[in-house]
């Protein structure tokens, strides 16, 4: 589509159709994410090495970390783009798309000279334990290599979604997602490179995925990355900060939180207890990246619409991704009680891992459901540039509720209960988090929904 064209689809189409088709490429773009981190936690638990199994989860946190940069000028810049394209100002978020890019390549860099030079002492933060150690380290300078590649690509495939042209970004992403999990056995098994193949494994797919994204963005009525357009103002980076603040929340506070975890977890079942939660916590995060990936879909048509001044048909959207979210991870939590052990046993043999891993699962699964709430009306308040209350959202479920939680109710069972009841305080740290985030969203959500006037067509 010409890009006038593409300004009529995304404000004319019929919405339930029009979110659909957004969503599926951002649904399996992020289900691909998610696989990155599962095909390594999956290959290096079949060397039947609890440590390294658990030195993947602790270096779970610097990709965290990574994610988080990429997110946060990909959605700050791309949220804006898609408000600027809704007002037919292609110019404007051409250079803004070009900003967001360049920047996210200058702190990936950071990101990589901090993880090389700083590799023990970070991975101890992180939560390793002594015996984590060697496998935590190896697998970081690999990762650390890799970071700014990393952190471009997600920024790339943000700023292609919204634009509403997000099965370039699965494109990308897929390609780079598939090679992974095909060099993850060559270069652990085949090359005898342990959980440092994993780790390459990873950053080779990502560089592929990158450039292939890069690619993209010189297709059809893409926005064109361009070094001329470099030239960031203050300005531009307030209006980053308020669209991107939100990921910084969130996933900022997701490294923190999965440093408060491995510590907490290690305090109280060592290497078995960082393992199983570490796999835990990636088998949810399976199904969650498929609802944050409709929620992605919803993004560009709230943005070009809310741009546009049509706020019934973001109304519209907004509701029916609340139903086909609650649906989804409903469906998800009964699947993944009910096979608990064999899911968990799919990333490790040992006992004492499966047994604990099991129950936190279940755990997770019991409050599931809730996020599809707080996840949808976090990207609702996100687009349309309501940041405190998009924020707060991102803040509390990984921060504000969570981080107290897991590090106070480990030693509150222990005093109460015994020491041999402590982990269960870790294991419903997140849940309890879950249940407290959507409690605080409902107002936030319905204040929000109810401050939009009638359709006013922006000129």
Not at 435 to 454: D, E, H, K, M, N
């Given at each position: 589509m010409e890009r006038h064209e593409?300004?009529?689809?995304?404000?004319?189409?019929?919405?339930?159709?029009?979110?659909?088709?957004?969503?599926?490429?951002?649904?399996?773009?992020?289900?691909?994410?998610?696989?990155?981190?599962?095909?390594?936690?999956?290959?290096?638990?079949?060397?039947?090495?609890?440590?390294?199994?658990?030195?993947?989860?602790?270096?779970?946190?610097v990709m965290a970390i990574i994610q988080m940069c990429g997110f946060f000028f990909g959605q700050g810049a791309g949220n804006y783009v898609s408000r600027l394209l809704g007002q037919e100002r292609t110019g404007e978020a051409e250079r803004m798309a070009s900003i967001g890019f360049f920047s996210s390549l200058i702190v990936g860099g950071v990101i990589m000279v901090v993880g090389l030079t700083l590799s023990e002492p970070l991975c101890y933060l992180l939560g390793s334990t002594d015996t984590i150690l060697p496998y935590a380290r190896s697998y970081l300078l690999i990762i650390s290599v890799g970071a700014p590649c990393m952190a471009a690509s997600?920024?790339?495939?943000?700023?292609?979604?919204?634009?509403?042209?997000?099965?370039?970004?699965?494109?990308?992403?897929?390609?780079?997602?598939?090679?992974?999990?095909?060099?993850?056995?060559?270069?652990?098994?085949?090359?005898?490179m342990g959980v440092s193949g994993a780790a390459l494994a990873t950053v080779v797919s990502q560089f592929i995925g990158f450039l292939i994204l890069l690619f993209c963005c010189t297709r059809g009525d893409n926005l064109r990355i361009r070094l001329r357009l470099f030239h960031p103002r203050w300005s531009d980076y307030k209006i980053i900060l308020q669209g991107g603040l939100p990921n910084l929340f969130r996933q900022g506070l997701s490294s923190f939180s999965t440093i408060c975890l491995n510590l907490a977890a290690g305090a109280v079942g060592q290497d078995p207890a960082i393992a199983a939660m570490s796999i835990a916590t990636r088998v949810i995060q399976f199904s969650f990246y498929a609802v944050l990936g409709f929620g992605q879909g919803f993004q560009p048509v709230c943005g070009f619409n809310y741009g546009a001044g049509l706020y019934s048909r973001v109304k519209k959207a907004f509701w029916f991704c609340i139903k086909i979210g609650t649906v989804l991870l409903t469906a998800a939590s009964v699947l993944e009680y009910v096979f608990a052990w064999e899911l968990v046993s799919i990333f490790s043999t040992d006992e004492q891992v499966l047994a604990i891993g099991e129950t936190s699962l279940r755990l997770l699964c019991i409050s599931f459901p809730l996020i599809a709430w707080t996840t949808m009306s976090t990207m609702l308040m996100q687009t349309i540039g309501k940041v405190f209350s998009a924020s707060l959202l991102s803040a509390a479920r990984q921060g504000l509720f969570f981080i107290p939680a897991v590090l106070l109710l480990p030693r509150l069972f222990g005093l109460l209960f015994g020491q041999d009841v402590a982990l269960l305080g870790v294991q419903i740290a997140q849940?309890?988090?879950?249940?407290?985030?959507?409690?605080?969203?409902?107002?936030?959500?319905?204040?929000?929904?109810?401050?939009?006037?009638?359709?006013?067509?922006?000129?």
């Open positions: 593409k300004f009529v689809y995304m404000t004319t189409a019929p919405v339930y159709g029009l979110v659909g088709r957004m969503a599926v490429p951002t649904m399996v773009t992020m289900l691909i994410t998610a696989f990155y981190n599962m095909a390594d936690t999956f290959f290096v638990g079949l060397l039947d090495n609890t440590s390294a199994t658990g030195a993947v989860g602790v270096v779970m946190g997600f920024v790339l495939n943000n700023l292609l979604r919204f634009q509403g042209n997000a099965f370039y970004g699965m494109l990308g992403m897929g390609i780079g997602g598939l090679l992974n999990v095909a060099l993850d056995p060559v270069f652990i098994f085949g090359f005898h849940p309890l988090s879950d249940v407290l985030t959507f409690v605080l969203a409902i107002p936030l959500t319905v204040q929000v929904l109810r401050s939009f006037g009638p359709d006013h067509i922006q000129k």
